[in-house]
């Protein structure tokens, strides 16, 4: 049988989904012991025993000089700014996405300014941002905002621009005003597309997010990481990226949830 | 019968590509007009001007007397072949879309008793075209042949003077079809309405108009092809009346097969 007509079924996809990550995880322990035969004090590739340890201290014990939870204030500052940046984003792609794509007078006057604000690398702009609003939370959040903004707008704005010229036409002859057009045709059929373009932008915020944390910070997850690199604390290090992936792999997971749940229609009427 | 539709002498150019020439037309009060002729001889460009899609090059275009805006209105409905229904509304609420539109400006959505009204006037018109067991599906899970009934219904409950019909059968099977046509009859019929129809099946055209219009070119320039348009080369009148056919169907009419007529040659230039 062709390869291309193998069929996987669930439960047997998961366990072969699994087969890579288990082989990765033994030969970093494979790896590791190794070294560790050689140098037992060996600092980058630590063992799981000090990876717990070092965790330890962070998820349980309040910090000295703060009296914080460590991790878990890391972690709520990080998801605070990567949802400010995302809820921003996706709400201004959405409005300023459907005017542009719906009305030709606007995307003749700001579609140009899009596409320019677009091409512009968003981590050049950083300093910027820096002297116009500070080094507090403000700033972070505005180049997760400015470096997927743009992206999801022209996105929108190409979805809605490509709705087929028919919908729009018999939706006239239906007596429907430009308003209503644009929120009882063009909103509820671009609903899914916006889920869609706000998983795919999930990483590049993810970089913004970790990219501010490391430059000007005094807690999040990605300021933790690059404060600890001074130490090659490895084991601090690796627990947190993972920490990252599982968290970013959530929140894909609940999107795709929400889209396939909310928007029966665009998935062949199939709940 | 009163005229509906008039247009004198309109033309239709993009560029220096001249389509449509020199067209007169007028459509009465209650008539079934199919419009057919070889690709590419302006039959969709027709349409698109008695929709308000496009504005004429030339001419003028009057409906009940009064220029017709270049906008789409809800005066005239209209059937695509395709993308006629709106996929993320169920076939209630893609029938309810059209009062829905004309009663809440705003929010375009209707709540308590308006909405219970518009639901049963919404659920009457699917009954008419057929879709009673399916008013909660959507667009996705239904057939093509059930979507064009859907796309009627939509049309229909905004009562348009005109209803104008884009080869909305091309892309069903012949049976589906047939019974389509059983189906734009009645609803014709009862609902006394004008029709025109775009249409590439010839048998279809004399099946159901009661009025057939051939458009093509009837002038050629070998040098330069685009220079001339096509205009109404036949316009035949036939004897179909509202109440045979409402009577005893589709069966009461055009006895003959009409594609078999050796009068009726469209493609004379070899252009299809």
């Known amino acids: ?271 | 019968m009163t005229e509906l539709l008039k247009l004198s002498d309109v033309w239709v150019e993009y560029g220096d590509k001249i389509v449509l020439e020199q067209i007169n037309l007028t459509i009465e009060e209650g008539a079934f007009v199919s419009v057919i002729g070889p690709s590419g001889a302006g039959k969709s460009s027709l349409l698109r001007l008695a929709l308000g899609q496009e504005a004429p090059s030339r001419g003028k275009i009057m409906l009940d007397g009064v220029p017709l805006p270049p906008e789409c209105g809800p005066d005239r409905g209209v059937v695509f072949q395709h993308y006629s229904v709106f996929p993320h509304l169920s076939a209630l609420g893609n029938v309810m879309f059209g009062l829905e539109c004309a009663q809440s400006p705003l929010l375009a959505k209707l709540s308590g008793a308006a909405r219970r009204q518009a639901r049963e006037e919404a659920s009457q018109m699917l009954e008419e075209v057929g879709l009673q067991d399916n008013m909660h599906a959507y667009p996705a899970q239904m057939s093509g042949g059930m979507q064009q009934r859907l796309a009627i219904a939509q049309a229909l409950i905004k009562r348009p003077r005109i209803l104008l019909l884009d080869e909305p059968f091309g892309a069903l099977d012949p049976g589906i079809r047939n019974d389509m046509h059983q189906l734009i009859t009645r609803l014709w019929s009862d609902y006394e309405l004008t029709v025109i129809m775009v249409t590439h099946d010839i048998g279809e055209a004399f099946k159901l108009g009661t009025r057939v219009l051939t458009l093509d070119k009837w002038r050629h320039d070998p040098h330069a092809p685009h220079r001339y348009g096509a205009k109404v080369v036949y316009d035949i009148p036939l004897t179909r009346k509202r109440e045979e056919t409402s009577e005893d169907g589709i069966a009461a009419t055009a006895p003959t097969n009409p594609s078999d007529e050796g009068g009726i040659t469209i493609d004379r230039i070899d252009n299809n």
Do not use: C
């Open chain 1, 1 to 271: 049988m062709r390869w291309v007509n193998r069929h996987v079924s669930r439960s047997r996809g998961l366990m072969m989904g699994a087969i890579p990550i288990i082989l990765l995880v033994l030969l970093y322990l494979v790896a590791a012991a190794e070294r560790h035969a050689i140098n037992p004090s060996d600092k980058i590739l630590p063992l799981p025993g000090a990876m717990v340890d070092a965790m330890w201290g962070l998820l349980f014990v309040p910090d000295q000089l703060s009296g914080r939870l460590l991790f878990w204030a890391d972690t709520a500052a990080s998801l605070q700014r990567l949802f400010l940046g995302l809820g921003i984003s996706t709400l201004s792609a959405l409005l300023v996405g459907l005017l542009l794509g719906l009305l030709p007078p606007v995307r003749a006057t700001f579609g140009m300014l899009v596409t320019g604000i677009a091409v512009i690398p968003p981590i050049a702009l950083l300093p910027i941002l820096f002297i116009a609003f500070g080094l507090g939370e403000t700033a972070k959040v505005a180049l997760i905002v400015i470096g997927i903004a743009p992206f999801m707008i022209r996105d929108i704005a190409g979805h809605v621009a490509a709705l087929p010229r028919e919908q729009i036409l018999k939706a006239q002859t239906l007596g429907a005003s430009t308003w209503q057009l644009m929120i009882r045709v063009a909103l509820p059929q671009v609903l899914p597309r916006l889920i869609e373009a706000v998983r795919l932008s999930l990483g590049p915020a993810w970089v913004f997010l970790i990219s501010a944390e490391a430059i000007a910070a005094d807690i999040g997850l990605g300021y933790r990481i690059f404060l600890v690199r001074r130490y090659l604390a490895m084991d601090v290090i690796l627990p947190y990226v993972a920490w990252i992936a599982l968290l970013a792999a959530t929140i894909d997971f609940i999107l795709v949830w929400t889209n396939r749940k909310a928007f029966p229609w665009a998935h062949g009427g199939r709940r």
